[in-house]
Every structure is written in structure tokens, then in C-alpha cells.
């Protein structure tokens, strides 16, 4: 049996209830916390606005991955830049062309909006992305990504 090639589309305001199941998923294969149950209705908003920009990996009528991206801009270099923020496939179609075609959309749509670079970040554990990064020819670059929660940090442990 021949897989069905994969479907590309941008994710509108109205896939948010579609997109929030691939971020929870996602979320517990990077280990992180799952969000809270408001997570669909800030990605709507988000998508809504404009603020995030999403693509939906479709097999059939299946939503099987997606890919996010934020537009910024890098002050050391002057220039604007796509943040690739999410990549996630479901385990099972990993490796047959879907994280590519997801990529592939995303620096489409970062030289539409004449970005420079396009910028992210994978786990240092997570061997499978960093070899599908390098196959892509991106370059490493060895930094310490943090994140401080401002809902929880008090203004006094900041100085």
C-alpha cells in the first residue's frame, strides 16, 4: 500500500480547535506542561490577528502535523527575521517527507514577507529533528535558549 502524499495549508483563525490537539501532542513529546483549556481561543485570537502565522500537514483529511512561525527582527544584524516557533508531526508519518514540506512552507511564506533568515530552536535531546536540520542545511548555532514566566516572577527578583 502506496502512503498518500501530504497536503500543505495555511491554518486560519477557524483551524484553532484543529491546531490545539497537534500542540498538545506536541507538547508531551517535547515534555513540556500541557496549556490550559483556554489554549484554543488564544490561538484563534493569535491566528485572528496575525500575531502567528500556522500550517496544517494534512494525509487524506487527517491533520497529521503543523509548523508555526512570528515575524521579528533581529537588531545585531538589522534585518528581519521568520522564528520558526513549532514543527511537530504525529510518530507515525515522521519521515516521509511531511516535516519537509511543512519547512519548505514556512520559507515560503518568510521570503514573501522578505525575511532575511528564518530562526528556531529543537531540543538538544531530540537527535532526530537535529539530523532532519542538518539534512536541510541550516546552520547550528550553540546558544542557551531561556524563559522567564512573568504570570509567576516578582518584579523585586528582577532588580
Not at 528564518?118 to 531530540?126: C, I, K, M
Amino acid at each position: 500500500m502506496v502512503a498518500q502524499p501530504f497536503q500543505v495549508r495555511v491554518a486560519e483563525a477557524s483551524d484553532a480547535a484543529r491546531l490545539a490537539p497537534l500542540c498538545a501532542a506536541h507538547a508531551v513529546y517535547e515534555q513540556l506542561p500541557p496549556a490550559d483549556l483556554r489554549h484554543a481561543a488564544r490561538l484563534h485570537a493569535a491566528l485572528a490577528s496575525g500575531q502567528l502565522h500556522a500550517w496544517l500537514l494534512y494525509r487524506e483529511a487527517q491533520a497529521v502535523g503543523y509548523a508555526s512561525a512570528t515575524l521579528d527582527y533581529a537588531t545585531l544584524s538589522g534585518r528581519s527575521y521568520a522564528h520558526l516557533d513549532c514543527l511537530y508531526l504525529h510518530a507515525e508519518v515522521r519521515g516521509q517527507g511531511g516535516g519537509r514540506a511543512l519547512l519548505h512552507a514556512v520559507i515560503a511564506f518568510a521570503r514573501s514577507r522578505g525575511c532575511a533568515e528564518l530562526q528556531w530552536q529543537t531540543p538538544a535531546w531530540n537527535a532526530r529533528a537535529i539530523d532532519f536540520y542538518d539534512r536541510q542545511g541550516a546552520q547550528r548555532l550553540f546558544k542557551q535558549r531561556y524563559c522567564l514566566d512573568l504570570t509567576a516572577v516578582r518584579t523585586a527578583v528582577l532588580g
